[in-house]
């Protein structure tokens, strides 16, 4: 039976370097991965899943309204499929979660998911919440603070990099824009 992972961790973890070598282990088994990213994340090329250390691969950019097992029943149209892959799983909507644990169990797909737990405010996203929930198997990705400590929180700076404690929950950026931290240190960070 294929099961629904969560993979989450703080920013800078990892986490598409993970996901990136796992669709590589399954094609070098001669296994079809599909893979899929948000399209509001347009830090690169559209459609494009790309790490900090340089790999990339191509991906199928997923909207809000995006039917996801639509997609993956399409695809098996095409042929077998060894797994499906999701890099910022966070930004799924509660439906796509659904939608892909229906992958698992009625497409007898297994399912990776790869994304932040918390936003900068230390709140659950809407797809990290649900796949918290529905998830078979959940793994934490660790990284660490500057401190040494387990890098649990994701921190939001401004341009001068002091701590930014309100606004919308989503805002793209990477290294300049967000900064990993234990619990103490982000607590500290944001007068709690």
Do not use: W
Not at 75 to 103: N, P, W, Y
Not at 138 to 145: F, N
Not at 153 to 171: I, K, P, S
């Amino acid at each position: 039976m294929a099961k629904l992972y969560f993979y989450y961790a703080s920013m800078n973890a990892g986490k598409s370097t993970q996901l990136l070598q796992s669709s590589f282990n399954y094609a070098e088994r001669g296994l079809r991965t599909l893979l899929f990213t948000a399209a509001i994340d347009d830090r690169d090329a559209l459609g494009s899943i790309r790490s900090r250390i340089g790999l990339q691969a191509d991906a199928t950019a997923f909207e809000a309204d995006t039917d996801l097992f639509a997609a993956v029943a399409d695809a098996l149209e095409g042929g077998r499929i060894g797994c499906v892959l999701v890099d910022e799983a966070q930004f799924l909507s509660k439906r796509q979660v659904f939608q892909l644990a229906a992958v698992c169990d009625r497409l007898d797909v297994p399912v990776l998911c790869y994304g932040l737990r918390t936003d900068f405010r230390a709140e659950l996203f809407e797809g990290s919440a649900t796949l918290l929930g529905l998830a078979d198997t959940l793994q934490e990705i660790k990284t660490i603070c500057a401190c040494g400590r387990k890098a649990t929180m994701n921190l939001r700076v401004d341009d001068y990099g002091h701590a930014v404690t309100d606004g919308a929950q989503t805002e793209i950026g990477g290294n300049d824009r967000y900064v990993a931290l234990c619990r103490r240190h982000y607590m500290e960070q944001v007068g709690r």
